[in-house]
């Protein structure tokens, strides 16, 4: 009688497993966005070389002590657009990706933005400084239809 004792190794329950990977793999991800939102930069000029803008209008986002936007004025007359509401969080957030560049790249100033509808209906924003330039069709018609309001035309 030799009497072998078999050690159980402690085995890992495998969802344990599966929910690590799930996290690891978000956590590349959202790593891998932020690093592809700092690439965003200078766009190809000919992204929209094709088409002509149809619409445009220089515009500035005043801020609030918080530093939130909270109005949409006319660069070059001074007229209040529009007033943000809280429920216009998609401008926040594409004014504060832009304003997050501009503070990487060490741009100081009230940024003048260019915002242009061209006529294949696409409308972006671009920062004059900095020639950033997000093209607002990508997040979706409501979020585009926001800006849009913004433009001469639609007011």
């Known amino acids: 009688m030799s009497g072998h004792h078999h050690h159980h190794q402690q085995m890992v329950p495998r969802g344990a497993i599966i929910g690590a990977g799930i996290l690891i793999a ?20 000919g992204m929209f070389a094709e088409v002509s803008a149809v619409d445009e209008r220089m515009v500035r986002f005043p801020v609030n002590a918080q530093g939130e936007a909270i109005a949409v004025v006319d ?9 943000l509401e809280p429920s216009d969080g998609f401008v926040k957030t594409v004014l504060m990706s832009m304003s997050f560049n501009r503070r990487r790249d060490g741009y100081e100033g009230d ?21 950033v330039v997000i093209n607002l069709g990508a997040f979706g018609p409501a979020n585009k239809a926001v800006f849009e309001r913004f433009l001469p035309d639609s007011l």
């Not at 660069?75 to 007033?83: D, K, N, P």
């Not at 940024?111 to 020639?131: C, H, K, M, N, Y």
């Open 26 to 45: 978000t956590t590349i991800i959202i790593v891998g966005f932020n690093q592809y939102q700092k690439s965003v930069s200078p766009p190809d000029p």
């Open 75 to 83: 660069a070059e007359t001074g007229e209040r657009i529009a007033v």
């Open 111 to 131: 940024p003048v933005f260019r915002l242009v509808r061209w006529e294949d209906a696409r409308i972006s924003i671009q920062d004059v400084e900095t020639g």
